[in-house]
């Protein structure tokens, strides 16, 4: 201010500043809007498609049986347009990572990774006084890949044929038999059959059998569930039609191409259709960055393991089980746990099936939603995993109630936390070669308690901290029992076990001396 006159350059300056501020805050509003009306959209499209299932399901009336005169209730379930709406839409980190706050979080792990390199770098060199760059743990865990590989091709092929192959066998020629429910008990037998021994018993016999390593044996069981949930997914989708084609006059069977199924099992997806919306072309680029992105998790996952876990247990195992040792485990597995969780999650929920898609063309890329702003347990079951989400909710709750009626709905979601506890017991049960429920007892348990407290009802700031606490802890109790278990299976053999010793953890009697 000079003589009550401001000085006019002044004034420019300032008001091109602030049109530069407004300009930056309009992009980010925009960013930010258009993000809410997207999950707006697909909220409002997938309770719509809810209400029209719950209306179908409604109408739907159960025709007259055979036997005795009662009423059955038919087979058929509402056709797959009822069911899970697949849509063109993007991954919601791909969304996030556009803004320059979410992405220096991603930086801010990238750093995190350079610092434990140059860790592990730096405490070689004092050691041993030259640079050493091992990656022993990772060939070991990843060891004995030929019998990996060969074993998953036999699975796939499997999958691939004799499912098809017994639906359009019995598909064919269901409209002409006299004997419907024989014929159909027959091929179900034997598809059950192979479900039982071909997938479920050889893949687990193959891993015990040649004692592979854990991650080796991570991706056969685990390819042995996703080919099991696969090939049921197909079969349920299908068979209604085959049912409703009985009834009409067309005498074209609706099965669908082998190409079609082949897709499926190559797609980021447990539900089948017989097409998916599909994008125009393939970024290749976009591909490599994701599979480069699972190679640097994984060494991630190498790096928390050697700085963070291995000294940490090497110390713990010199001492006897007490209480003093288990809590501090725990808390100081607190961090490499929860580690590896956003690993495990970015890696294979974000980069894997992301990538995947790309190569595919598939559109549909809601493989997670926002878990992390959940303020309840039930909210973060349905929003951490979406894919096995849909699974357990269309072919485990959905069809539990429509067998045994809504009034169930309680035990229906009771028969779900078991089923994936179970299936997640049973993962961890051959991949570690030993029995120790720990995840089982906290899915069962805890995660029941905490399903019915911190239910869908609770909001606000608090309860998503409350959730945050509960996982974090978890984290910590999975990996330092297991653990300790894993080090006690491998310092504390038991040459003539009995049955009793393969139940009772190993880790609560093992003692090594220094």
């Given at each position: 201010?000079?003589?009550?006159?401001?000085?006019?350059?002044?004034?420019?300056?300032?008001?091109?500043?602030?049109?530069?501020?407004?300009?930056l805050l309009k992009s980010e509003l925009m960013k930010e809007v258009d993000i809410h009306f997207s999950e707006f959209v697909n909220n409002l499209i997938e309770e719509s498609t809810a209400i029209e299932a719950s209306n179908a399901t409604a109408n739907f009336h159960p025709g007259n049986g055979e036997k005795d005169g009662?009423?059955?209730?038919?087979?058929?379930?509402?056709?797959?347009?009822?069911?899970?709406?697949?849509?063109?839409?993007?991954?919601?980190?791909?969304?996030?990572?556009e803004v320059n706050h979410f992405r220096t979080i991603y930086h801010m792990f990238i750093a995190l990774l350079i610092l434990f390199i140059l860790s592990t770098l730096v405490v070689d060199g004092i050691d041993k006084g030259r640079l050493v760059l091992e990656f022993d743990l990772l060939e070991y865990?990843?060891?004995?890949?030929?019998?990996?590989?060969?074993?998953?091709?036999?699975?796939?092929?499997?999958?691939?044929?004799?499912?098809?192959?017994?639906?359009?066998?019995?598909?064919?020629?269901?409209?002409?038999?006299?004997?419907?429910?024989?014929?159909?008990?027959?091929?179900?037998?034997?598809?059950?059959?192979?479900?039982?021994?071909?997938?479920?018993?050889?893949?687990?016999?193959?891993?015990?059998?040649?004692?592979?390593?854990?991650?080796?044996r991570f991706i056969v069981i685990l390819e042995q569930v996703r080919l099991i949930m696969k090939s049921h997914s197909f079969v349920r989708e299908n068979v209604p039609r085959i049912f409703s084609f009985a009834k009409e006059k067309t005498s074209v069977v609706p099965v669908p191409q082998v190409t079609q199924y082949l897709y499926f099992l190559f797609a980021p997806t447990l539900i089948y259709r017989d097409n998916y919306p599909r994008n125009p072309s393939?970024?290749?680029?976009?591909?490599?960055?994701?599979?480069?992105?699972?190679?640097?998790?994984?060494?991630?996952?190498?790096?928390?393991?050697?700085?963070?876990?291995?000294?940490?247990?090497h110390n713990i195992s010199q001492e006897p089980f007490s209480l003093r040792v288990l809590v501090l485990c725990i808390f100081n597995c607190i961090l490499p746990g929860v580690l590896i969780l956003f690993l495990a999650?970015?890696?294979?929920?974000?980069?894997?099936?992301?990538?995947?898609?790309?190569?595919?063309?598939?559109?549909?890329?809601?493989?997670?939603?926002?878990?992390?702003?959940?303020?309840?347990?039930?909210?973060?079951?349905?929003?951490?995993?979406?894919?096995?989400?849909?699974w357990l909710y269309y072919y485990a709750y959905r069809d539990f109630l429509w067998f045994f009626g809504r009034r169930f709905k309680a035990a229906a979601?009771?028969?779900?936390?078991?089923?994936?506890?179970?299936?997640?017991?049973y993962a961890l049960g051959i991949c570690f070669g030993f029995f120790y429920p720990?995840?089982?007892?906290?899915f069962m348990g805890f995660g029941m308690i905490f399903n019915f407290i911190l239910h869908d009802r609770r909001k606000g700031p608090i309860w998503n901290v409350i959730m945050w606490t509960s996982l974090f802890l978890g984290q910590g109790v999975l990996l330092c029992l297991y653990s300790q278990e894993w080090y006690a299976q491998k310092h504390c053999p038991i040459s003539n076990p009995a049955l009793l010793d393969y139940l009772k953890p190993r880790s609560w009697t093992c003692h090594l001396d220094e």
């Amino acid at each position: 201010m000079t003589n009550g006159f401001m000085d006019l350059e002044h004034v420019i300056g300032r008001k091109m500043e602030l049109k530069r501020k407004a300009e930056l805050l309009k992009s980010e509003l925009m960013k930010e809007v258009d993000i809410h009306f997207s999950e707006f959209v697909n909220n409002l499209i997938e309770e719509s498609t809810a209400i029209e299932a719950s209306n179908a399901t409604a109408n739907f009336h159960p025709g007259n049986g055979e036997k005795d005169g009662h009423k059955v209730r038919s087979l058929a379930r509402p056709p797959p347009e009822h069911g899970k709406l697949f849509m063109s839409r993007r991954s919601l980190l791909d969304e996030l990572f556009e803004v320059n706050h979410f992405r220096t979080i991603y930086h801010m792990f990238i750093a995190l990774l350079i610092l434990f390199i140059l860790s592990t770098l730096v405490v070689d060199g004092i050691d041993k006084g030259r640079l050493v760059l091992e990656f022993d743990l990772l060939e070991y865990a990843f060891g004995k890949f030929p019998i990996v590989l060969s074993t998953w091709i036999c699975m796939f092929l499997s999958t691939l044929i004799i499912p098809y192959v017994l639906f359009s066998m019995w598909a064919q020629g269901y409209k002409t038999s006299s004997y419907k429910k024989i014929r159909s008990l027959f091929y179900g037998f034997v598809y059950m059959t192979f479900q039982l021994l071909g997938l479920g018993f050889c893949p687990a016999y193959i891993v015990l059998q040649h004692n592979l390593p854990p991650a080796s044996r991570f991706i056969v069981i685990l390819e042995q569930v996703r080919l099991i949930m696969k090939s049921h997914s197909f079969v349920r989708e299908n068979v209604p039609r085959i049912f409703s084609f009985a009834k009409e006059k067309t005498s074209v069977v609706p099965v669908p191409q082998v190409t079609q199924y082949l897709y499926f099992l190559f797609a980021p997806t447990l539900i089948y259709r017989d097409n998916y919306p599909r994008n125009p072309s393939i970024r290749w680029g976009y591909v490599a960055t994701k599979f480069l992105q699972v190679l640097g998790c994984l060494f991630y996952v190498y790096y928390v393991f050697v700085r963070l876990c291995i000294p940490l247990f090497h110390n713990i195992s010199q001492e006897p089980f007490s209480l003093r040792v288990l809590v501090l485990c725990i808390f100081n597995c607190i961090l490499p746990g929860v580690l590896i969780l956003f690993l495990a999650f970015f890696a294979f929920l974000h980069c894997w099936l992301n990538a995947f898609a790309e190569m595919l063309r598939f559109a549909d890329r809601m493989f997670y939603k926002d878990w992390w702003n959940s303020t309840s347990f039930a909210n973060y079951y349905r929003t951490w995993n979406v894919v096995v989400h849909d699974w357990l909710y269309y072919y485990a709750y959905r069809d539990f109630l429509w067998f045994f009626g809504r009034r169930f709905k309680a035990a229906a979601m009771l028969s779900v936390f078991t089923v994936s506890a179970v299936v997640h017991e049973y993962a961890l049960g051959i991949c570690f070669g030993f029995f120790y429920p720990v995840l089982f007892i906290l899915f069962m348990g805890f995660g029941m308690i905490f399903n019915f407290i911190l239910h869908d009802r609770r909001k606000g700031p608090i309860w998503n901290v409350i959730m945050w606490t509960s996982l974090f802890l978890g984290q910590g109790v999975l990996l330092c029992l297991y653990s300790q278990e894993w080090y006690a299976q491998k310092h504390c053999p038991i040459s003539n076990p009995a049955l009793l010793d393969y139940l009772k953890p190993r880790s609560w009697t093992c003692h090594l001396d220094e």
